[in-house]
């Protein structure tokens, strides 16, 4: 099946900080993609969709301000989370879509911020 | 997008078929049913998707009922490495702005 990969598998960072999280699709392009968020024991929450080329779309009360979605080719989407928080703390899933309709998830980054 | 309803729990015995319902009583014609598996600490996992037709794949079955009101996921013979959340999602299959909206999904656990 179609992989999509992040990086870093996991950070840790200061408080007041940014971070960049990276997302690619690996074999296939990636027409749209998505960002979800994960607080333990929890259900995936989306915050934004982004299509290759397009400002992307924010989920009602995700702060587009403070999570920069950048989708500048087919096979790259970053979100950086600004001046981060120990509320920001959570596992970032990131997820890529071809033209078809199935969708693929990548393996997840854990952000820790002290 | 339509909602889904999934039991919170479930347990399963080792090499026993797993059967995962899913209500989506609001679906509508377009819309695809999408099973996603998340194992601790993973991305969710891609099983398997249909509109109307039952489908079959090397991972699961999925039986959608004639209405489309509801479906179950098979997993044949499930064992320890199935343990995970099952996700069951509805989603507008030919738009470029459908979305995957996860709900709580189910919890199997399988057991020796």
């Known amino acids: 099946g179609a992989v999509v990969s992040q990086h870093p598998s996991w950070v840790i960072c200061k408080s007041g900080t940014s971070v960049k999280i990276e997302c690619r699709s690996l074999?296939?392009?990636?027409?749209?993609m998505f960002w979800y968020r994960q607080f333990p024991k929890q259900s995936l929450m989306l915050m934004a969709t982004?299509?290759?080329?397009?400002?992307?779309?924010?989920e009602q009360g995700v702060e587009k301000d403070k999570f920069l979605i950048n989708h500048a080719s087919l096979t790259l989407s970053t979100l950086t989370v600004t001046s981060a928080h120990p509320e920001d703390s959570s596992f970032y899933i990131c997820?890529?879509?071809?033209?078809?309709?199935?969708?693929?998830f990548g393996p997840g980054t854990r952000l820790t911020v002290t | 997008d339509a909602k889904t309803t999934q039991p919170p729990s479930m347990d399963c015995a080792e090499g026993r078929a797993a059967n995962l319902p899913c209500n989506h009583s609001?679906?509508?014609?377009?819309?695809?049913v999408y099973w996603y598996r998340q194992i601790h600490s993973q991305g969710p996992q891609y099983i398997i998707h249909?509109?109307?037709n039952n489908e079959t794949n090397e991972m699961a079955s999925l039986i959608i009922t004639e209405d489309r009101k509801s479906s179950t996921l098979i997993l044949p013979h499930a064992t320890l490495r199935d343990t995970a959340v099952y996700y069951c999602?509805?989603?507008?299959?030919?738009?470029?702005?459908?979305?995957?909206?996860f709900g709580q999904g189910t919890t199997l656990q399988v057991k020796p």
């Open positions: 609001t679906i509508s014609g377009n819309e695809y």
């Open positions: 074999d296939f392009q990636a027409t749209t």
């Open positions: 982004s299509n290759e080329g397009s400002k992307a779309t924010y």
């Open positions: 999602i509805v989603r507008f299959g030919s738009s470029n702005t459908g979305k995957l909206i």
């Open positions: 997820s890529a879509r071809d033209a078809g309709i199935r969708q693929y």
């Open positions: 249909g509109l109307k």
